[in-house]
């Protein structure tokens, strides 16, 4: 698997405080890695070390097989950034835009014009190409600098905060940009978010991030298991037994967290976590109790992070 | 050096500006002022004595100012009346400072849009995401402003040669502008102008908040030239050639001082605050 981003150890300090702190992780080529964290988690920051814009305190990094810090204007030539504000000349029009900063990225120049066309069309902004950018609702203008970001066929693509602000549907639309984008075209992306629901839907690998501290790394599927300490199952076993596997589960407090309630011929109990899924199941089964399916409500990514963060409520 | 990609941020730099109505304004205004309107007051105010306060006494004193200057002003002088002598003095030799107040204006407040502004509209971070190198960045936004200002300075000179040699011509009866002294100012000292607005205007925008903010701090740039223009009314000192090839000079080298040291604060990082 290839390495596209390999950071070791990395730390960025503004003063005192250190906004990304003994970072390492390692992004492989063609997945889309989520970065989690709260806003001031040192998301935005560790982008701008990624992309040579501003140098680390201590610590190393590789992206693309290059030094940030010492290739910075080669690395930019094949990274694509979208920007957390969408950093538009909103004087100027899109097609202005996106000419400008193709001269900036390169684009040969035969091309730049079938470029600019065939990225306005994909974004739905052809019509009003030669509009100012001011006069654009905030979807066009993300969908705009997502356009920008890849004039020049970026490998790699830093996503911060890709759909902030976004009503449901334009969220909808540049997500499912962002996932033909790395499922269709191979590229790999970088989301840097605090939408778990995204993240969840979206991510092959996340890293949940604190203080500039890493906290968790994984799939997703992986840290719902490692982190998530709570999970809701529901057994379906035969009806007579009910009663006596009622006995059974209120008799196992390690494995069972709050008390099981019958639904609809089944039972549905909170279980202290995935581990203790195969444990209840060998111990209904020594007891002879007949299990006809067990279903586990799948813990998410916003479980996990607030698993992460000690906090049991959710955000919504 | 990316000949192209200074030459897009030159462009980008130049279109947006364009498109500022509280930047071209003044860019507009002041030339108007300076080159359309003032020559025609200026010709006027010997024969307008009544409404303009101005006495044959007032024309007796100003004839003593003249004295005090250099032999070279007083030579060139020397073949006309003192109504013309009034009118050139002020055509010519009081404008002179006036004028170079024009590129340092231009090219500060195009920088002050270019650097802090750019940084208020965050318009700035999408910039540093390109290939461009620190080096390109800076020279491109040096070449927006300079390029602007030249720009403005040489239309500004070409349309006041019409003005004051028209304005004049009732007067003086012949072409009497520009003379060597103009054709010095615009050739050696008006190209070195604009690096005075540019390089202070790097220095402040990196501390500055916005535009606005850094337009007023850099605005003290004009504050030399202003002087200049009072001793040249009051007769404490007298433009000359070899003056404003000295002028000049010091200029050039306040440039290359102020842009080394701007250059040297000039780095991705800093422009994002960081």
């Known amino acids: 698997m290839n390495t596209v981003i390999a950071i070791n150890q990395l730390t960025r300090c503004f003063k005192e405080t250190a906004a990304v702190d003994q970072l390492s992780l390692e992004v492989h080529a063609g997945e889309i890695f989520g970065f989690l964290g709260h806003n001031g988690a040192g998301k935005t920051t560790t982008v701008r070390l990624l992309n040579g814009v501003i140098e680390p305190t201590s610590g190393s990094m590789r992206v693309l097989d290059l030094d940030p810090k010492m290739d910075g204007p080669n690395l930019r030539a094949r990274t694509g950034v979208l920007t957390e504000t969408p950093s538009m000349d909103e004087r100027l029009t899109a097609w202005d835009n996106l000419d400008i900063y193709a001269d900036l990225y390169g684009v040969p120049r035969a091309d730049v014009s079938k470029r600019i066309n065939e990225l306005l069309d994909e974004f739905d902004l052809a019509d009003r190409a030669k509009e100012r950018v001011a006069g654009y609702s905030k979807g066009m203008k993300q969908r705009l600098a997502l356009a920008r970001a890849l004039l020049h066929k970026p490998e790699l693509l830093f996503l911060d905060e890709a759909t902030s602000g976004l009503d449901p549907i334009a969220a909808h639309h540049v997500n499912d940009l962002i996932e033909r984008m790395a499922r269709r075209e191979n590229r790999t992306v970088f989301l840097c978010t605090h939408n778990l629901v995204e993240a969840q839907k979206l991510c092959d690998r996340v890293a949940v991030l604190e203080h500039g501290r890493l906290v968790a790394l994984g799939t997703p599927a992986e840290l719902t298991r490692q982190y998530v300490r709570r999970l809701d199952v529901q057994i379906e076993i035969n009806e007579e037994q009910i009663e006596g596997t009622l006995q059974i589960l209120r008799s196992l407090p390690r494995l069972v967290i709050s008390e099981p309630v019958r639904t609809n011929g089944a039972l549905t109990v909170t279980l202290s976590g995935h581990e203790a899924i195969p444990d209840l199941l060998e111990i209904l089964v020594h007891k002879s109790v007949r299990v006809y399916r067990i279903a586990a409500q799948e813990a998410n990514l916003e479980q996990v992070y607030f698993a992460l963060h000690g906090e049991e409520e959710s955000v919504q | ?274």
């Not at chain 2, 105010?45 to 003593?64: C, E, S, V, Y």
């Not at chain 2, 500004?156 to 028209?166: D, K, T």
């Not at chain 2, 010091?250 to 000039?266: C, K, T, V």
């Open chain 2, 1 to 274: 050096m990316n000949a192209r990609a200074i030459s897009a941020i030159v462009r980008k730099d130049l279109k947006v500006v364009s498109q500022n109505k509280g930047v071209m304004l003044p860019i507009i205004l002041l030339p108007l002022i300076l080159f359309v309107i003032l020559p025609w007051i200026v010709t006027l105010m010997p024969f307008l004595g009544d409404i303009f306060g101005i006495t044959a006494d007032d024309l007796n004193k100003f004839q003593g100012l003249i004295n005090r200057m250099g032999p070279g002003v007083q030579q060139e002088l020397a073949e006309f009346d003192q109504y013309q002598v009034f009118v050139i003095y002020f055509l010519v030799f009081v404008m002179a400072p006036l004028f170079m107040i024009l590129p340092i204006m231009v090219s500060s407040v195009i920088a002050a849009d270019s650097f802090a502004g750019e940084k208020e509209r965050k318009t700035m971070e999408a910039l540093l995401y390109t290939p461009t190198t620190d080096r390109e960045l800076f020279v491109a936004k040096l070449l927006s402003g300079w390029l602007a200002a030249l720009a403005v300075a040489l239309v500004g000179f070409a349309l006041y040669v019409i003005m004051a040699n028209a304005a004049g011509w009732s007067q003086i009866g012949r072409i009497f502008f520009p003379n060597t002294m103009w054709l010095v100012l615009i050739a050696w000292v008006v190209p070195a102008l604009p690096g005075l607005g540019l390089g202070v205007m790097v220095l402040v925008s990196s501390r500055a908040q916005g535009f606005q903010d850094a337009n007023q701090i850099g605005g003290v740039v004009v504050l030399p030239v202003v002087f200049l223009a009072i001793g040249q009314v009051s007769g404490a000192m007298s433009l000359s050639v070899t003056l404003l090839f000295l002028l000049g000079l010091i200029i050039w080298l306040l440039d290359g001082l102020l842009i080394w040291l701007g250059s040297r604060s000039f780095q991705r990082g800093r422009m994002l605050g960081a």
